[in-house]
């Protein structure tokens, strides 16, 4: 259930790679209990800050706060309480290849508990499961899975640890629309069954009209619009219109109110 209870703060992020400006006081709130999207065109800085919140990259400036707690300056000791009560999915899955499915999942479980093998992998196939892969999936290798299945295997990893809050990096990226779709309804059913709180980057308009609470647009350096799809297709900034008035933002609208 969705609060008012914000469990990302970011505020007036400044970043900069040498003379280019990437991030100009960007400031957003990431309510609990919603998902959250980050859009924008091509080197808006989308996966920029998403990188700065999990603390893989550092900006020049500015806030971030993960659970009420400033992460900005933190060194790997300190941020590891907050960075278990978080998973991510990364863009292409970022999967062990030389690890099966099982044990890719596992992992995080062996780095972070101290539960035995049996009890690791009867909780690595409850996560497999619950992102709708087979049982006999977790025998494979990433490279025998298909783009689909390997993305609800980086999901079911991402969930190893029963995270609070997820981060989901392109989600959808590189599926057919079949598995897309899919991952759209899987992602919205994970959030309400677990209560999880989802921040995601993505340039998939299907994605954010059937799952999206709120959604922040990127460009120019900044945050141009904060809203619900609806108020946002509603806004007048230029970028803003194109990106839900093109060809492809009204075919999502249109398939969207029809399956209503």
């Known amino acids: 259930m969705m609060t008012t209870e914000p469990i990302v703060e970011v505020s007036n992020i400044c970043t900069r790679f040498g003379a280019a400006v990437v991030h100009e006081n960007v400031s ?23 990188r700065e919140i999990i603390l893989l990259q550092s900006p020049q400036s500015g806030s971030i706060r993960v659970f009420g707690q400033e992460v900005l300056g ?26 099966t499915v099982l044990e890719n999942v596992g992992l995080p479980l062996r780095e972070h508990t101290d539960l035995d093998d049996d009890m690791i992998n009867q909780l690595a196939a409850l996560k497999i499961a619950l992102t709708g892969l087979p049982p ?70 299907d994605l954010l009209w059937r799952v999206a609470d709120r959604v922040a647009v990127l460009g120019e350096n900044r945050v141009l619009g904060i809203g619900t799809m609806a108020e946002l297709a509603q806004a007048e900034h230029p970028i803003i219109r194109e990106y839900f008035y093109g060809a492809r933002g009204r075919a999502a609208w249109e398939q969207t109110w029809k399956q209503k």
């Open 28 to 50: 957003l709130t990431v309510r609990r209990g919603e998902i959250f999207a980050l859009v924008g065109g091509s080197g808006c800085g989308k996966s920029t800050l998403l």
């Open 74 to 99: 933190l060194d790997d000791e300190a941020a590891l309480p907050l960075r278990r009560r978080w998973g991510v999915m990364f863009e292409r899955g970022a999967l062990f290849s030389s690890l």
């Open 136 to 205: 006999s999936a977790g025998a494979k290798f990433p490279n025998e899975l298909s783009g689909g299945m390997r993305k609800r295997a980086a999901l079911a990893r991402a969930l190893a640890l029963e995270p609070e809050l997820v981060f989901l990096d392109e989600p959808t990226a590189g599926l057919d629309p079949l598995s897309a779709s899919g991952f759209d309804e899987l992602v919205r059913n994970l959030k309400e069954s677990l209560g999880l709180t989802i921040m995601m980057v993505t340039h998939d308009l």
